[in-house]
């Protein structure tokens, strides 16, 4: 038998070969139509390159067939096409300019295996961070300590969006880090890292909110914006401070566009909002705001502000917390934590410029409430105050302003709120609530045959399913109940006289709603359900008193 007929006998009894033969040809195949381009774009010269191509892969192909050992003539014919590919780009570089030679070193091979990741990691990432007028920044590599900490806030971020949470709350101490969302005002844990995974993680956010690194003591405020395919961009501001045993961070989640609310929309019912409007319609006096912290005490009073005219009246704020502003009102922002004697002196002159109306987020000490008193009675005053009702803020104010007659004589009115949440409009479940529920309750047992609950899953195909649109916690946002109590000529004569047992006779005899009774308002019109209002209000929900309830559309 011939050499060529050994060869070609041996090379059709394995399998394997002719594969091996094929992506040899097509390989260089393609190195030479990636050649021709280059060539041509340079104008070398094609016809005599292709030529001597062409020629090597006739070469290269015949020891594979020729040598009766694959084994020999396969790696020949490789090292054959490798050569002319080297002398090529040898012949090359010496024809173009030094920034167009190619380079064999591993350098090169090493930045464009990186180069490669790199645009990877930017493809496949779904949270990144922007500038402020949208530019998007650089994801960063694997492998690095800004890699764990983006790859960690984007898991919390895509967890809390979402679901529209209020906040991610962070706690850095020696043991671990608590990381928490807050959504409607209820905390949900996240899992926890390692201390120094959430320094790192602190410390990113901080970074690109351009903050100081290195002050951990003070607070410190900054935004970071961040963007997803699925929920678009969105505004977190990161607050710090810490102490010597832990840090902290929160993550406000659109803080602005929250607080932005007609005095409509913050849930009053029908007959609150008329007595309001007619608090609001008064030129002077006292209206307290009370609630406890983080139950929307600054979101009532700013929608207060905005039903006053700013072109016809001066509306000036004193304030110490992160807040969004009104067109038109003169907002005077302290920086938190400052002084009370400070505050006070700031708004000693912005009671001296006369003012038509005045927001003031808190009292900052008893000295507040008695610049107001001696000097603020001619301007309308809104002024915050921890407190869990209305009665509780007008003893707290009289005891503040520390003069009965002149305390009381100025105070036109208390409202009282708590935020609760509402029930998720795709999965809330109606149920017949039990006639001795009702008369507990001191509801109307005749008109409230339907009451509605959590549920936190919808049915699809007879077969449970997490709701898509509360994913599963059954509630989604929040409103607030309210308590209105307008303060008459025989109101303020009974708080100077420290009656407040006859206070309180003779604000139910005018029959305003209470937090309970405006909580059960909310329950029968099917906003929310009774496990939220006790859960809001701290307490049991108190029977209401008798009077027709409110249709869904005056509870809204």
Not at 98 to 110: A, M
Not at 380 to 398: E, F, H, T
Not at 498 to 527: M, N, P, T, Y
Request: aromatic residues 6%; hydrophobic residues 40%.
């Amino acid at each position: 038998m011939t050499p060529i007929a050994l060869a070609q006998s041996v090379f059709l009894m394995n399998g394997i070969t002719p594969l091996l033969l094929l992506a040899l040809v097509l390989g260089w195949a393609w190195c030479a139509t990636k050649i021709d381009k280059d060539a041509d774009y340079y104008n070398l010269p094609r016809i005599w390159l292709n030529l001597a191509l062409s020629l090597v892969a006739i070469l290269s192909v015949g020891l594979v067939l020729l040598i009766p050992y694959f084994l020999l003539g396969f790696p020949l014919g490789v090292l054959l096409m490798a050569g002319s590919l080297v002398g090529y780009a040898a012949y090359r570089n010496t024809q173009v300019a030094d920034h167009q030679k190619w380079s064999l070193n591993l350098d090169s091979f090493k930045e464009a295996m990186e180069e490669r990741e790199r645009a990877k990691t930017q493809r496949e990432a779904t949270l990144r961070i922007s500038d402020r007028d949208g530019g998007i920044r650089e994801v960063p590599g694997a492998g690095t300590a800004d890699a764990v900490a983006h790859a960690t806030l984007a898991k919390v971020v895509d967890f809390a969006i979402p679901r529209e949470a209020d906040s991610i709350d962070m706690l850095v101490d020696a043991e671990k880090t608590r990381i928490v969302a807050r959504i409607d005002g209820v905390a949900y844990p996240q899992e926890s890292i390692e201390p120094a995974a959430g320094m790192a993680l602190i410390n990113y956010v901080k970074t690109h909110a351009d903050l100081d690194l290195e002050d951990r003591r003070r607070k410190q405020t900054g935004n970071i914006y961040v963007q997803s395919e699925e929920w678009g961009s969105q505004t977190l501001t990161a607050v710090t401070k810490g102490s010597s045993k832990a840090l902290q961070m929160s993550l406000l989640i659109n803080a602005g566009e929250k607080m932005q609310m007609g005095l409509k929309q913050v849930g009053l019912i029908g007959p609150q909002i008329e007595t309001v409007n007619k608090m609001v319609a008064d030129e002077n006096g006292v209206v307290l705001l009370a609630a406890p912290a983080g139950q929307g005490l600054t979101t009532t009073l700013f929608a207060m502000l905005m039903e006053h005219d700013p072109y016809t009246q001066s509306i000036v704020t004193v304030e110490d917390e992160d807040s969004f502003d009104i067109e038109g009102v003169s907002h005077n922002k302290l920086e938190p934590g400052t002084p009370a004697d400070v505050a006070n002196s700031k708004l000693a002159a912005v009671l001296r410029t006369d003012p038509g109306v005045v927001g003031i987020n808190r009292l900052f000490d008893a000295g507040t409430a008695q610049l107001i008193a001696n000097d603020g009675s001619d301007a309308r005053c809104y002024v915050g105050i921890a407190a869990d009702d209305g009665l509780k803020a007008a003893r707290a104010w009289l005891k503040a302003t520390g003069d009965l007659k002149r305390g009381s004589r100025c105070l036109q009115g208390v409202i009282s709120m708590r935020l609760i949440r509402k029930l998720c409009d795709t999965c809330k479940t109606p149920y017949t609530p039990e006639k001795a529920a009702i008369k507990k309750l001191n509801l109307p047992a005749d008109r409230v045959s339907t009451l509605y609950h959590a549920s936190g899953q919808v049915i699809i195909k007879d077969k449970p399913q997490t709701c898509p649109t509360c994913h599963g916690i059954g509630y989604r946002g929040r409103t607030a109940v309210f308590e209105v109590l307008p303060f008459d000529d025989q109101a303020r004569k009974l708080l100077a006289q420290k009656d407040f047992d006859g206070l309180r006779l003779h604000l139910r005899k005018q029959k305003h709603w209470s937090l309970q009774e405006a909580g059960l308002a909310k329950v029968v019109a099917g906003i929310t359900d009774i496990k939220e209002v006790t859960r809001a209000l701290g307490e049991k929900a108190a029977p209401a008193q008798k009077r027709a309830q409110p249709t869904p559309q005056q509870s809204a």
